[in-house]
């Protein structure tokens, strides 16, 4: 009988000590719930009840626990979402996924051409009330909205424009059209770029495409060379043109300009010729010989008596 109050005794001890045990170990849990710390990059979302009541900022804080519930959002970390490809591994040896993601990446252009589209989709959350509460899957959805948005887009285009020229106003148009729809569909997303990645051709036309591309290089490069050559030759001739008129100019000019200054002198000689007659003529036949001596080698002077000038004249020489 004793031994049986003795064991009940214990039973009862030990219940209390394993109650106050299990108490001990719920008020510790209870306490430690109540601390919870935000990451550098987020934010805390608090609920009470399930209803939002405040964003906490990066740190230690403290909570009710059972009551409020916190959700943790990457606000200043920019995110991404890969379309056409996927990413595996990232650093200096980047690996890509060897799937075929042809069912979000192929569309139809404007001129009715097939073009297989990548491209990268660069976010940050803006809101984080927004994000959690407003739409559901919110990552998810910005995806269809991307997709919709960049078909959309292609389907404007020529192959032509999103292949060459059209590339970077097609980013900003997407990132444009992609924003609105955030906007309105309160996602509290804010698109920061639009990057494509490759634009090619289907594989079962790439070869033939690319043919096309090579001739089209081919004649631009073509007339490149034909408008360099245009450009190096037709300058020049024009400028040995300009060259021969204006020497042709100033040799008429001479010209000219010498024979009124001849008329001019011979005017003013003739003149002076009509006020002496004989002075004049003998003044110009002294000026003449004394231009015309100087340059014979040999000078013979005779008189009237001089029966002839052939026995002057050394023949034999």
Not at 79 to 108: D, N
């Amino acid at each position: 009988m004793a031994y049986a109050e003795e064991f009940k005794r214990s039973v009862a001890l030990n219940t209390k000590k394993i109650i106050r045990g299990v108490l001990i170990l719920l008020a510790a849990i209870l306490l430690l719930s109540s601390f919870y710390v935000v990451q550098a990059e987020n934010v805390g979302v608090v609920l009470r009840f399930g209803k939002y009541t405040k964003t906490t900022d990066p740190g230690l804080h403290i909570k009710i626990p059972l009551i409020e519930k916190v959700y943790q959002v990457a606000v200043e970390r920019q995110l991404k979402e890969e379309f056409g490809f996927r990413t595996v591994k990232t650093g200096v040896g980047t690996q890509y996924s060897g799937r075929s993601y042809e069912s979000e990446s192929v569309m139809l252009t404007g001129d009715l051409n097939v073009v297989v589209l990548e491209w990268i989709i660069q976010y940050r959350i803006e809101n984080p009330y927004l994000y959690l509460f407003k739409v559901r899957n919110p990552q998810l959805t910005l995806r269809d909205m991307s997709e919709a948005v960049m078909r959309e887009v292609t389907g404007d285009r020529t192959l032509n424009e999103i292949l060459t020229v059209g590339r970077q106003e097609i980013t900003q148009t997407v990132q444009d059209k992609l924003q609105d729809l955030c906007n309105e569909y309160q996602n509290g997303i804010r698109i920061r770029q639009i990057v494509l990645q490759n634009v090619d051709p289907p594989d079962a036309v790439k070869a033939s495409f690319n043919e096309v591309n090579q001739a089209q290089q081919d004649r631009e490069k073509l007339i490149n060379q034909a408008r360099s050559e245009y450009n190096r030759v037709i300058p020049r001739a024009r400028g040995e043109a300009l060259q021969t008129i204006q020497e042709a100019e100033g040799y008429a000019s001479v010209r000219i300009n010498g024979a009124k200054g001849n008329v001019a002198r011979f005017n003013s000689v003739f003149e002076e010729y009509l006020k002496a007659p004989e002075i004049t003529r003998q003044r110009i036949y002294l000026e003449t010989m004394s231009q015309v001596l100087p340059q014979l080698e040999k000078k013979r002077v005779i008189d009237e008596a001089t029966g002839g000038i052939l026995p002057l004249l050394n023949l034999d020489e």
